[in-house]
């Protein structure tokens, strides 16, 4: 490949789809890209050029581990000759990273991760074919510059993508529709609406993870405000309910300028504002799951005006 030659990059982070072993019984990131390219006889139209910034299972990362990915993905679409970028990444985190790169990034041209739910020594491992597609979308003249998820045969946007299955191949949905017949152009729409790039934070500030039901102490969330939490996400139920009990708490929070996102633990479906946003303070989760949640919630509270950030954010 000649230096200004255009090609495919390639941001292998480990993961199942390079993971050693068969079944339940694996070591995900086990396999360098390089030996999946030489196995799997992957067929670009452009050369591949292959970026390995960390190679764990995705389980393991942490704010240290997305700097380096987000930095890695900022080089390669500095480059003028990367035409695209393909990320594989584990199923377990990667709609945090999903949500990361869409909110820290403005990329000019595509950027589409993928993974696999079988690792690659499955006869029947799914990770050729979701590379196959997450590439084939990649370098799609059609495909809007932006951040997307490809799996399973289907394309998602970035915000509001989440893992919905524990062991099926099809194992990502979102709020907002995807594109699963990849005969039909994605549409505009279908990619997040550009904005400024968020600021890495640092230090990395701490969101806090609440559930919020029958069994849960609303006092978890005063000893979080106590503690330094800059935010909270709650895990509700149904559309983002909150329980009476959790009222007085949140108050509190929100009025010592705590940001206090209302998520659900269903799986699917937006959680919508609600009057009470209004009453206690709290915002809605909108398209984005708790866990996307979270990782927005961190990026916005240095905002100058995060709740108006929010919702852009957020808006199904």
């Given at each position: 490949m000649t230096a200004n030659e255009r090609y495919l990059a390639w941001i292998a982070t480990g993961g199942t789809i390079a993971g050693s072993g068969t079944g339940h019984t694996y070591t995900a990131g086990a396999l360098p890209a390089e030996l999946l390219c030489t196995r799997w006889g992957l067929n670009s139209p452009l050369p591949l050029r292959s970026i390995t910034p960390y190679q764990i299972d995705s389980k393991e990362a942490t704010p240290h581990h997305w700097r380096r990915l987000r930095d890695a993905v900022a080089a390669a679409i500095a480059d003028p000759a990367c035409a695209a970028v393909v990320i594989t990444h584990g199923t377990d985190t990667l709609e945090e990273s999903a949500a990361l790169l869409a909110l820290t990034l403005a990329p000019d041209r595509p950027?589409?991760?993928?993974?696999?739910?079988?690792?690659?020594?499955?006869?029947?491992?799914?990770?050729?074919?979701?590379?196959?597609?997450?590439?084939?979308?990649?370098?799609?003249?059609?495909?809007?510059?932006?951040?997307?998820?490809?799996?399973?045969?289907?394309?998602?946007?970035?915000?509001?993508?989440?893992?919905?299955a524990t062991t099926e191949t099809a194992?990502?949905?979102?709020?907002?529709?995807?594109?699963?017949?990849?005969?039909?152009?994605?549409?505009?729409?279908?990619?997040?609406?550009?904005?400024?790039?968020?600021?890495?934070?640092?230090?990395?500030?701490?969101?806090?993870?609440?559930?919020?039901?029958?069994?849960?102490?609303?006092?978890?969330?005063?000893?979080?405000?106590?503690q330094?939490?800059?935010?909270?996400?709650?895990?509700?139920?149904?559309?983002?309910?909150?329980?009476?009990?959790?009222?007085?708490?949140?108050?509190?929070?929100?009025?010592?300028?705590?940001?206090?996102?209302?998520?659900?633990?269903?799986?699917?479906?937006?959680?919508?504002?609600h009057p009470i946003d209004a009453s206690l303070g709290t915002w809605p989760a909108g398209r984005l799951s708790a866990a996307q949640a979270r990782v927005a919630l961190a990026l916005v509270t240095a905002a100058a005006d995060p709740r108006t950030l929010w919702y852009q954010i957020a808006q199904p």
């Amino acid at each position: 490949m000649t230096a200004n030659e255009r090609y495919l990059a390639w941001i292998a982070t480990g993961g199942t789809i390079a993971g050693s072993g068969t079944g339940h019984t694996y070591t995900a990131g086990a396999l360098p890209a390089e030996l999946l390219c030489t196995r799997w006889g992957l067929n670009s139209p452009l050369p591949l050029r292959s970026i390995t910034p960390y190679q764990i299972d995705s389980k393991e990362a942490t704010p240290h581990h997305w700097r380096r990915l987000r930095d890695a993905v900022a080089a390669a679409i500095a480059d003028p000759a990367c035409a695209a970028v393909v990320i594989t990444h584990g199923t377990d985190t990667l709609e945090e990273s999903a949500a990361l790169l869409a909110l820290t990034l403005a990329p000019d041209r595509p950027i589409v991760l993928t993974g696999a739910m079988r690792p690659a020594d499955d006869p029947a491992s799914d990770g050729p074919a979701n590379w196959h597609l997450a590439s084939t979308v990649a370098l799609d003249p059609t495909t809007p510059p932006g951040v997307y998820v490809a799996f399973a045969g289907a394309l998602y946007p970035a915000l509001g993508v989440r893992k919905m299955a524990t062991t099926e191949t099809a194992a990502f949905a979102a709020v907002a529709a995807g594109r699963d017949n990849l005969s039909q152009p994605l549409v505009q729409t279908s990619a997040d609406p550009a904005r400024a790039p968020l600021p890495w934070p640092d230090p990395w500030p701490h969101v806090a993870l609440l559930p919020c039901t029958a069994l849960d102490d609303p006092a978890a969330l005063t000893t979080a405000v106590a503690q330094g939490s800059r935010g909270a996400v709650l895990l509700c139920t149904g559309h983002g309910s909150l329980p009476r009990r959790w009222e007085g708490p949140v108050v509190d929070a929100t009025a010592r300028g705590v940001a206090v996102v209302r998520a659900s633990r269903c799986p699917l479906g937006p959680v919508l504002p609600h009057p009470i946003d209004a009453s206690l303070g709290t915002w809605p989760a909108g398209r984005l799951s708790a866990a996307q949640a979270r990782v927005a919630l961190a990026l916005v509270t240095a905002a100058a005006d995060p709740r108006t950030l929010w919702y852009q954010i957020a808006q199904p």
